[in-house]
């Protein structure tokens, strides 16, 4: 993207012409891609709606907005009451159905079990980033402590840690 800046003889990227260019663009490596979601007929599942529990007053416990799929295939049911509104609950529900069953049937290959496995390796990455942060602190403070202790006795100075107080060393 080029454009006209009032401050582009200030500015370290500037063309010839005397156009500034902005450099907002960033390099995003493609992630792996999640396989598509099951797709689960609705001749195998029933629906209910039920009254709401819980939090949220007497408007979720006078509607019938809560959600229950059952999958008759195998045996999965979702409840779901996420929101007040009947159709939502129903969505939500259906894509937790779907990964449910995805999950029993594929195991470790499935969407959700990917997810995870992403989320664990993401936090792995940071913990080792950060025990290899306060290594490298600990080093530093170290190298600091043997610095400062070799400081003391190459002046003459014998430190007694012991009580606590230098004595000058009579050599």
Aim: net charge positive.
């Amino acid at each position: 993207m080029l454009r006209l800046g009032p401050w582009s003889r200030f500015l370290g990227a500037c063309t010839p012409s005397g156009l500034t260019r902005s450099f907002t663009q960033t390099l995003s490596l493609p992630a792996k891609p999640l396989p598509p979601r099951l797709q689960i007929n609705d001749a195998d599942v029933t629906i209910s709606y039920l009254k709401g529990t819980g939090p949220g007053g007497q408007k979720i416990n006078k509607t019938n907005s809560a959600v229950q799929i059952s999958h008759k295939p195998s045996g999965i049911v979702v409840k779901c009451q996420a929101t007040r509104s009947r159709s939502q609950n129903e969505k939500i529900a259906r894509q937790l159905l779907a990964d449910k069953v995805e999950h029993q049937e594929k195991g470790e290959k499935s969407r959700v079990a990917m997810k995870a496995e992403a989320a664990r390796k993401k936090k792995a990455s940071k913990m080792k980033k950060a025990n290899r942060k306060y290594r490298a602190l600990d080093k530093e403070k170290e190298t600091e402590r043997e610095m400062a202790e070799g400081h003391n006795v190459d002046a003459g100075e014998e430190v007694n840690h012991g009580a606590g107080d230098a004595e000058k060393s009579a050599s």
